[in-house]
């Protein structure tokens, strides 16, 4: 079975999906680090890293553009980067408003829509937009093609497919349609709107207040020179996030809700069309395989060893604690391999520490990288 | 037009913000925020809460918003949706879904039946009702708003002693509980005006909610928790009552020991060394969840309580009953 190296090879685009808290933000930078180290030039896109994990990385007076991370603060940890590592933290905000400027007509229109307070709100907080701002800024560093390899960390969302619908609701809300039917009063549309129309106008403008509507108004005005064009380049965005070159890997940890999410996710990339890579569990609970054999007399011999029976009672216990969480996670996995029909699921261990260092990006790296069998061995501590 | 505001005792009025209460106990609260980013175990604290609460007798509802209905699984209970549905005894539970609380608002707005239903239908008014920043949210903060009313705004409307909110995932610092404020400030005429002012005074008053934030013994959740509590503070002016450490891991060993299964993992082959790693492991991660909770204790405001790690294959409602010990 591949490790991350083979699924990605030949890849330009790797985007990591999941629902929040399952180390979506660790993994991406560890498959960036390890492809870099494999020789590509690789820029791993991330939303909301770990404080010290930004710090480690040099993130810290990050803006919206990419920065090499010093491929000295890897060898220290024993990786030796071949090729270039890039990372970037990505602004929702700036990257709408890099946007809005590069789709207008001239200086007055951009301004227009910067100075909207409704522009304002949808491009810091209307869900979605951080999502389409996330594929947009891909889709511009693809363009400019600059790197081998483009790792996204898509932004933490409660579920994991708002990520894949966003891009849809936003452009479907600047285009504005209905609203500009009923914008122009005169016109023949609003005839065929008819008297349903101006109701709903009148009640949404008595409940919401006038300024609001008149914000909104001014809104899709400013907007309009804009639309065709935002509409031409969120297509493209889509046939990029399609394109065979491009990779979607699900992360996800190792209980009954995340794996369910991860089965939930996988469905819709499959019924969207995207092309899905494998499947990455974090925080795993390895099994040891010795104990189905020496079980029973386990807590016997600890003691015998230890010379301590207070100690072999409690190493024995947590041993129990630990084998049940691995027979469930070992479970679940095995349903995930079979809702999502691969073979692919790479198991990353729950280490000792959690991860927000390069130390720890390095020893997940040798588990995202390494075969099945050889991921095995590491965890026993054999290898 | 019938605004929320209109009629009955109010549960409101309040001073703006109100800091200086004698400190209630979170479950003496009317409406308590169970919040904190993905994945740290939200709803079962919530769940937790809602099950003690419900055992010291008072009737009480745990609200999921827009969610997959997590909790009302946990109750091995068919999907509630946007119904109060109880779940035990004094234990009810709802799905808030925003576009359901939008039409059970307009409902309550507009008297004329006929007007309604072309508004139901009408594309243009969902679409408005889509396209305005922060409506959803702000109408789903309202239906939290309506639960907690001893006078029910809705037909034959349950009266609860406490509702409890699972909110959402904080993805971006405190977006769902400043929805009312920043509402406010946009809307600057109307009845959303209004009721915006009054939902945000509603989430500013100490006396009668509660917000508690949960986190994990990891960097990541630390530093979020700390930080979310500073944006509640500073821009919703929330002072938080409670962080809730979650999954925090039993100290099985103490530093001689774990130097003792050391010594065993690298004497020894098969199930002792198995077990003797696994007991190291717990070792190493008990003391880092240690190091992570002082952070936490020292980085917040608000008295931190532990729970447990529970070793359960699959933390469903025994696992949240064990909390509910535990989180009062």
Redesign the interface.
């Known amino acids: 079975m591949p490790g991350v190296g083979e699924i990605l090879d030949g890849k330009d685009i790797c985007i990591c999906a999941g ?4 180390g979506k ?1 660790t993994t991406s930078a560890a498959i960036a680090a390890g492809m870099a180290a494999r020789g590509l030039k690789v820029c791993v896109l991330t939303i ?1 890293p ?3 994990l930004a710090d480690s990385l040099g993130l810290k007076e990050l803006g919206n553009e990419a920065k090499q991370v010093d491929p000295a603060l890897f060898e220290q940890q024993g990786v030796e980067i071949q090729g270039e590592l890039w990372a970037m933290m990505l602004d929702a905000k700036a990257t709408f408003d890099e946007l809005v400027a590069r789709q207008a007509p001239d200086e007055e229109a951009r301004d227009r829509v910067l100075d909207n ?2 522009y304002q ?2 491009s810091s ?2 869900a979605g937009s ?1 999502e389409y701002m996330a594929m947009e800024k891909l889709f511009e560093l693809h363009s400019e093609g600059q790197f081998d390899l483009l790792v996204l960390d898509t ?5 994991a497919l708002d990520f894949l619908d966003a891009p849809k609701r936003l452009t479907q ?1 600047i285009e ?1 349609r ?2 500009r ?2 914008m122009k009063p005169t016109g023949l549309a609003a005839k065929v ?1 008819g008297r ?2 101006s ?3 009148s ?10 509507l008149a ?2 108004a001014e809104f899709f005005n400013a907007f309009s020179g804009m639309v065709d064009g935002f509409q031409a380049r969120a297509k493209r965005v889509n046939s990029l996030l399609s394109d065979p070159h491009t990779c979607f890997l699900v992360v996800c ?1 190792p ?4 794996v369910d999410e991860a089965v939930y996710f996988h469905r819709k990339l499959v019924e969207a069309k995207l092309p899905f890579g494998g499947v990455i569990v974090n925080k795993v609970h390895y099994p ?1 395989e ?2 189905r ?3 029973a007399e ?1 807590a016997a ?2 003691e015998e ?2 010379g ?1 029976a207070d ?1 072999a009672a ?6 129990a ?2 084998q ?2 691995a ?2 996670d070992a ?1 679940n996995i095995k349903r995930l391999a079979r809702e999502l029909r691969t073979r692919g699921v790479i198991r990353v261990p ?1 280490l ?3 991860v ?1 260092d390069l130390a720890g990006l390095a020893e997940i790296n040798r588990y995202l990288f390494a075969s099945n069998e050889e991921r095995i061995e590491i965890a ?2 054999r290898a | 037009m019938r605004g929320y505001s209109h009629g009955g005792p109010l549960f409101l009025p309040v001073p703006e913000i109100a800091r200086n209460y004698p400190v209630t106990d979170l479950l003496d609260k009317r409406l308590v925020f169970v919040t904190g980013k993905g994945g740290v175990g939200k709803t079962t604290v919530a769940v937790a809460l809602g099950l003690r609460a419900a055992a010291e007798g008072k009737r009480t509802i745990v609200c999921e918003i827009a969610a997959q209905e997590n909790a009302s699984r946990m109750f091995a209970h068919t999907e509630v949706g946007f119904h109060e549905v109880e779940m035990e005894e004094n234990l009810w539970s709802i799905s808030i879904d925003p576009d359901e609380s939008m039409r059970e608002y307009v409902l309550l707005q507009l008297k004329v039946r006929a007007i309604r239903d072309m508004l139901f239908r009408s594309r243009i008014f969902n679409y408005l009702a889509a396209a305005t920043p922060g409506l959803k949210e702000l109408v789903t903060i309202g239906k939290i708003w309506e639960l907690a009313q001893l006078d029910r705004k809705v037909k034959q409307g349950r009266k609860y002693d406490l509702v409890i909110v699972d909110a959402p995932a904080t993805g971006h610092g405190i977006g769902f509980l400043q929805t009312p404020r920043t509402f406010a400030n946009i809307a600057r005429v109307g009845p959303i005006h209004s009721q915006a002012q009054q939902l945000d005074r509603l989430i500013t008053d100490k006396k009668h909610t509660g917000v508690a934030i949960v986190s994990l013994p990891e960097e990541m959740p630390v530093n979020e928790s700390a930080s979310l509590e500073a944006d509640l503070r500073d821009e919703v002016g929330v002072a938080v009552d409670r962080v809730y450490m979650n999954g925090l891991y039993p100290e099985r060993f103490s530093n001689e020991e774990a130097g003792r299964l050391a010594a065993l993992a690298d004497a020894e082959s098969g199930a002792a060394r198995a077990a003797a790693r696994a007991g190291l492991s717990e070792h190493n991660r008990a003391r880092s969840q240690r190091s992570q909770l002082a952070r936490l204790r020292r980085r917040v405001e608000a008295p931190v309580k532990t729970l447990p790690f529970l070793f359960e294959p699959d933390l469903g409602l025994e696992g949240a009953r064990e909390l509910s010990q535990r989180v009062g």
Do not use: C, M, W
């Open positions: 629902s929040g808290g399952v933000t909301d770990a404080k010290r307070r409704i709100q949808i907080a209307l951080q932004p933490p969302t409660r579920n809300f504005g209905s609203l039917v009923f709107a349903g129309a109701v709903a106008l009640v949404f403008k008595r409940i919401v207040g006038f300024d609001l914000d909104l940890g209980q009954g809700e995340p040891a010795e104990l054999d020496e079980g386990l011999s600890l060893k230890l301590d100690l409690r190493v024995a216990e947590n041993f604690d630990y049940a969480l027979e469930r479970r729950i000792d520490e959690d927000h026993a501590g």
